[in-house]
């Protein structure tokens, strides 16, 4: 009788272990979808504009980012082009590369256009076109890259 006794106490500490265990599993999944929905309700983009002063990003709360004609720069070291895509990419999407200004590092630095957004956005190559019109129109002195205007199907002009 004393065999039946002590598998008893040991099915009764297993089921104990168990539902611990399952309750700090709970716990864990818990606090990992609180840790996620910290994160995504930080700054979400949720509108991109081009308009006469350059490509801007908005949130709930208002402008984010920035990047105006204005901050954008020639080739540093006299390069053929001052806008163009990078050609060093093979399967991903083709990026719109140019010069700006990084106060931090203090020097010139090569940035790539990104349409920003938590969401699909249907329109990113009219946007992307629409940037490099203003380019052309509001900083003539610029650059570009005649695979540029091929790519968005822009005229020269």
């Not at 590092?105 to 938590?118: P, T, Y």
């Amino acid at each position: 009788m004393a065999w039946i006794t002590i598998t008893s106490n040991i099915q009764i500490e297993l089921k104990i272990l168990m539902v611990v265990l399952a309750i700090l599993v709970a716990a864990g999944f818990i606090w990992l979808l609180i840790v996620k929905l910290k994160e995504k309700s930080g700054t979400k983009i949720i509108r991109t504009t081009v308009d006469r002063a350059g490509i801007h990003y908005y949130t709930n709360q208002g402008l984010v980012k920035s990047i105006q004609y204005n901050q954008l720069m020639p080739h540093p070291e006299d390069g053929k082009y001052d806008v163009f895509i990078n050609l060093d990419q093979t399967d991903t999407d083709m990026d719109l590369c140019f010069y700006i200004f990084d106060d931090a590092s203090d020097k010139i630095v090569i940035k790539a256009l990104f349409i920003e957004a938590e969401s699909i956005i249907t329109n990113g190559n009219l946007l992307k076109k629409h940037f490099i019109k203003g380019i052309t129109f509001f900083r003539p002195d610029l650059k570009i890259s005649p695979g540029i205007f091929d790519l968005y199907k822009l005229d020269r002009d």
